[in-house]
């Protein structure tokens, strides 16, 4: 069975750094797109970053203070997260598809895929 366990969210105030992570199992990283999304109260589910077949892409909100990353040997993904803003405030979920990863319309977790259960992230102003 595939399971995808987040950790790292946490309060942070705004130009402060936060690392989030997420480990796999029943995943095979060569066969799998693996990537992060969030949902802030009111707001549909945003594509943050996917990283799939060594490419990774990041959403422009976030492009130059996220980095994306994986350890294989670890089965984990990393979420680099500098710099954060107030509207970087939502909960982070991690997720995984053998079909590949891409926007979506409405809430976060999506029926696609595999999906954590979410970490909190909160930036103050």
């Known amino acids: 069975a595939v399971q995808l366990v987040e950790s790292g969210g946490g309060s942070v105030q705004g130009g402060g750094d936060l690392r989030l992570s997420c480990t796999a199992s029943?995943?095979?990283?060569?066969?799998?797109?693996m990537g992060w999304y969030r949902q802030a109260p009111g707001i549909e589910c945003e594509l943050v970053s996917t990283?799939?077949?060594?490419?990774?892409y990041y959403a422009d909100s976030v492009k130059g203070r996220f980095t994306s990353s994986q350890d294989n040997a670890k089965n984990t993904i990393y979420l680099q997260m500098n710099n954060l803003k107030p509207e970087d405030t939502a909960v982070y979920y991690c997720?995984?598809?053998?079909w590949g990863l891409g926007p979506h319309v409405g809430e976060c977790p999506a029926s696609f895929g595999f999906w954590g259960q979410g970490t909190q992230v909160t930036v103050s102003s």
């Open positions: 029943g995943v095979t990283f060569d066969d799998f797109s």
């Open positions: 997720a995984a598809s053998s």
């Open positions: 990283i799939s077949g060594g490419q990774i």
